[in-house]
C-alpha cells in the first residue's frame, strides 16, 4: 500500500509560479508518478508522469511551463508551475502505481492522494 500526501498548493496571481510536493510512503524510485489536476465540473485529466527511469511525459496545455521530478531519497514528487493560467486552476492530485502503459491516463494508477487546492487570478 502506497500512501501519498501532496502539498505546496496557494492562490496565486496569473504568471506566477508554484511548486507542489507529493510525500510517498514507499519507495520512490521504483514507481510510475503522475500529477493530475480535476477542475470543478470537469473530469480529472493527466497533468505530468515519471517513470522509474526518469522519463516525463506532459498533457500538451503544460509543456514549457510545468516540469515533473522526483527525489528518491526523500520519497518525494514534485511539479514546479510556471507562468500559471488562471485555466490551471484545479485540484491537483499525485498518483502512483508500480506499472504504467499510458502515463497520463487517470485508470492506469491505483494509488491517490488527498489534493491540493490551486487557483490562478488574472
Known amino acids: 500500500q502506497v500512501q501519498l500526501v501532496e502539498s505546496g498548493g496557494g492562490s496565486v496571481q496569473a504568471g506566477g509560479s508554484l511548486r507542489l510536493s507529493c510525500l510517498a510512503s514507499?519507495?520512490?524510485?521504483?514507481?510510475?508518478m503522475g500529477w493530475f489536476r480535476q477542475a470543478p465540473g470537469k473530469e480529472r485529466e493527466g497533468v505530468a508522469a515519471?517513470?522509474?527511469?526518469?522519463?516525463?511525459s506532459y498533457a500538451d496545455s503544460v509543456k514549457g511551463r510545468f516540469t515533473i521530478s522526483k527525489d528518491n531519497a526523500k520519497n518525494t514528487l514534485y511539479l514546479q508551475m510556471n507562468s500559471l493560467k488562471p485555466e490551471d486552476t484545479a485540484m491537483y492530485y499525485c498518483?502512483?502505481?508500480?506499472?504504467?502503459?499510458?502515463?497520463?491516463?487517470?485508470?492506469?494508477?491505483?494509488?491517490w492522494g488527498q489534493g491540493t487546492q490551486v487557483t490562478v487570478s488574472s
Open positions: 498518483a502512483a502505481d508500480f506499472f504504467v502503459m499510458t502515463p497520463l491516463a487517470t485508470d492506469e494508477y491505483d494509488y
Open positions: 515519471i517513470d522509474s527511469d526518469g522519463s516525463t
Open positions: 514507499g519507495y520512490l524510485q521504483y514507481y510510475f
